[in-house]
């Protein structure tokens, strides 16, 4: 069982799986006022926080395990409604004044109105980490601010959270740091078109993280399913398509060289609507 541990900055766990959605009871989350939450979930770790006082959205950073693409979810959870915002939308990082293009996407999870803000750009959790507060505009409008004091103690606690988990799935993670390029993923991808028949009759969703061996001609081998969705059409397929489908570009070693490395994918299947 992977350590948890309460940061000196006043972070605070909260139950496992919130960084994913919420409290499937319609209970509020356990997001205390003006305080750090670091969520150990199940398939990664997730920072919360939330926008004002007890009534307030709950803000959650999170990003793919071993890899720097950042996912903010805003999640209602009391009286005060979300922000109404736009696809294309700004986030500005005071007092900087950095600016992140971004997408936003409404949606339910769990019974609860949500906004995912997805496509923010590499390097986003240093930028966070130095940062005093993080703006959210939208034709030339301020929607929402956000104050983050202590970000760069949160950031460096999810990031630890990040690497006990994938330590605790056999990943070297003091290796692939001293990598001069982690492997990417260059062509592949999976979509509803590829939501296996049986799933869609069963009406099953969920996450599934895989590991595979990602060789230094760029395919993908030996998939071992580490988070299950509970649905074995869902786990198989992801399998399947990520070792037959999928090309990367490999990692490189300190010296510049290709090497095999292993590699963490995790896909949210969602039932597609028709």
């Known amino acids: 069982m992977l350590l948890q541990r309460v940061l000196t900055i006043g972070l605070m766990l909260f139950p496992a799986g919130i960084g994913a959605a919420a409290a499937q009871d319609g209970s509020q989350l356990a997001v205390p006022v003006a305080r750090w939450n670091l969520d150990y979930g199940e398939h990664r770790c997730a920072l ?3 926008l004002g006082g007890q009534q307030s959205p709950v803000f959650i950073l999170s990003s793919y395990l071993g890899r720097d693409e950042p996912e903010i979810i805003i999640v209602r959870d009391g009286s005060e409604r979300l922000p109404d915002l736009p696809r294309n939308i700004t986030l500005v990082l005071d007092p900087d004044g950095q600016v992140e293009e971004a997408r936003a996407f409404r949606y339910r999870t769990a019974g609860r109105e949500a906004i995912r803000i997805e496509g923010i750009a590499e390097g986003f959790f240093d930028r966070f980490a130095a ?3 993080v703006g959210i505009d939208a034709g030339n409008r301020r929607r929402l601010t956000l104050r ?3 970000a760069r103690a ?7 959270c990040n690497d006990d988990l994938l330590r605790s799935w056999g990943i070297d ?3 692939q740091a001293t990598y001069r390029r982690q492997a990417t993923i260059v062509r592949g991808s999976i979509s509803n078109a590829d939501y296996p028949a049986q799933a869609i009759r069963a009406n099953q969703a969920g996450v ?19 988070v299950s969705s509970r649905a074995e059409a869902l786990d198989s397929t992801t399998c399947t398509i990520a070792t037959g489908r999928f090309r990367f570009d490999p990692a490189l070693d300190a010296q510049g060289n290709p090497i095999e490395t292993t ?8 039932m597609p609507e028709y």
Not at 154 to 160: C, D, H, Q, S
């Open 148 to 150: 983050i004091p202590g």
């Open 48 to 50: 919360g926080r939330r």
């Open 263 to 270: 590699y963490i994918q995790t896909v949210r299947w969602m």
């Open 131 to 133: 940062s005093g507060a």
């Open 173 to 175: 993670v003091g290796a």
């Open 154 to 160: 949160a950031i460096e606690g999810l990031r630890a």
């Open 208 to 226: 599934v993280v895989v590991r595979m061996r990602v060789r230094v001609d760029g395919r993908a081998s030996d998939c071992v399913v580490l």
